[in-house]
């Protein structure tokens, strides 16, 4: 009997502990930083696509299913679109010398108000944010109608020998960590230094 008790009060012992230990864990960060540490990055030389530019993309080991770059644009258009892998799908567009390209996409997404904006964050030449649809419903419409829709963006400007370049996500969106790593790409991205 003794022995009995001696194992039901064990038990519970062990339950209540792992109950507090469940409650007190935080849940670990996926903020990436977005400064100087490119150790998953390489960088890419994106002048033979009429870029005269360096920016760094995310290699085998940033755990994305990342390959060798692609680069998808046609000859004196303004448009390319970087492939790294299945999920990472980063588009550029050449916009000459208009340099209010964030000013401007912040007012566009100010004027959806279907959609709930969250800045994660707001630079003056980098925007990541997180985007959920608004459902305005039935009131007394029980909680388990709907589906949440709620995606990641990134949206940044950069200038490169007096061109200004868009870069961003695509409109669907991605997952937080493709976005932080395309942020930290969109931060890479500058002039290729001039060779002697």
Request: hydrophobic share 35%.
């Amino acid at each position: 009997m003794k022995k009995g008790l001696l194992i039901i009060f064990s038990l519970l012992s062990i339950i209540v502990v792992s109950c507090n230990n469940k409650e007190n864990k935080e849940e670990p960060s996926s903020e990436i930083s977005y400064e100087d540490e490119y150790y998953e990055f390489q960088d890419f030389d994106l002048k033979p696509y009429e870029i005269p530019a360096i920016i760094a993309l995310p290699d085998e080991t940033a755990n994305i299913g990342a390959s060798k770059p692609v680069v998808e644009h046609i000859p004196s258009d303004i448009k390319w679109t970087i492939h790294v892998g299945p999920n990472f799908q980063l588009l550029i567009e050449d916009y000459a010398n208009i340099t209010d390209l964030i000013e401007v996409e912040k007012k566009t997404l100010a004027e959806k108000d279907f959609y709930e904006i969250k800045y994660l964050v707001d630079e003056p030449d980098l925007i990541v944010y997180e985007r959920k649809l608004v459902v305005d419903g039935e009131k007394n419409a029980p909680n388990t109608v709907g589906i949440e829709h709620r995606s990641f963006h990134v949206y940044g400007q950069k200038t490169v020998n007096g061109i200004t370049y868009e870069l961003k996500s695509r409109a669907e969106g991605h997952e937080k960590y493709i976005i932080d790593l395309m942020a930290k790409s969109i931060k890479s991205f500058r002039e290729k230094e001039k060779e002697v």
